[in-house]
């Protein structure tokens, strides 16, 4: 499964990149407006940090807005995936994006019926918004294994981006359910890396070492 980071925070990004795991970034108008800079600036250089895929997502809502920015957008740089809104002026879009060539990522998911359609329509990636289903009572990562399920039935290849990730437990089910690719903020992939019986376990090895070197010498004195 590939590593998405879910911020447009571009120490976070640095540090994520430098780590080495991150495949892809995603990026929506609440994390562009929290950085309060120019968006396209934003998006630039984010290009020049990550290598892979860098989700941009349109601010419009109408079918001809959408695909005047999102035109726009692609051609900003070749790693530029266009985020659209899953709605019906956004799916007429991402079919017609598609045929182009663009790669679209369709956001906003909440239903495995909403994800057929984006899928009928040529989307590189569906995302299904599994932390705010939770938020609602409802099964997000249910949701992302229908998903999964529907588009090996018919052989669909958009991938299943498992989005709204709000902890590594999220992370975990979201790969046991077969998503292609999981975005989460860097909290969330940060906290991945770390397990206590880990800390311990070097903790101990290295105390043992210490006193094995000590011993050594000590008897090496003799
Ligand atoms: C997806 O691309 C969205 O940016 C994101 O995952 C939304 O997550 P949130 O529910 O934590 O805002």
């Not at 991402?94 to 994800?115: H, V, Y």
Request: net charge neutral; hydrophobic share 40%; glycine share 6%.
């Amino acid at each position: 499964m590939k590593i998405f980071l879910d911020t447009a925070d571009l120490n976070e990004i640095r540090k994520g990149a430098a780590l080495g795991s991150v495949d892809g970034i995603t990026t929506n108008p609440s994390l562009i407006a929290k950085q309060g800079r120019d968006f396209k600036e934003m998006i630039m250089e984010i290009t020049t940090i990550i290598d892979g895929p860098i989700s941009a997502e349109v601010t419009t809502l109408t079918k001809e807005e959408m695909l005047r920015d999102g035109r726009e957008y692609a051609k900003w740089q070749k790693n530029i995936v266009v985020k659209l809104p899953t709605t019906r002026e956004g799916v007429e879009a991402c079919k017609i994006l598609s045929d182009e060539g663009i790669r679209i990522n369709m956001t906003l998911c909440f239903s495995p019926m909403q994800a057929l359609l984006v899928a009928k329509a040529g989307a590189w990636c569906v995302s299904p918004f599994v932390g705010r289903l939770d938020d609602i009572s409802s099964d997000g990562v249910e949701l992302v294994s229908q998903i999964v399920h529907i588009y090996q039935n018919y052989d669909y290849k958009t991938q299943v981006l498992a989005a709204s990730m709000r902890t590594p437990l999220h992370v975990l089910q979201c790969a046991l359910a077969g998503a292609h690719i999981a975005t989460m903020p860097f909290k969330v992939f940060d906290a991945l890396y770390d397990h206590p019986l880990t800390d311990k376990g070097l903790k101990n090895f290295l105390a043992d070492w210490e006193k094995a070197k000590k011993d050594m010498a000590k008897s090496k004195g003799k």
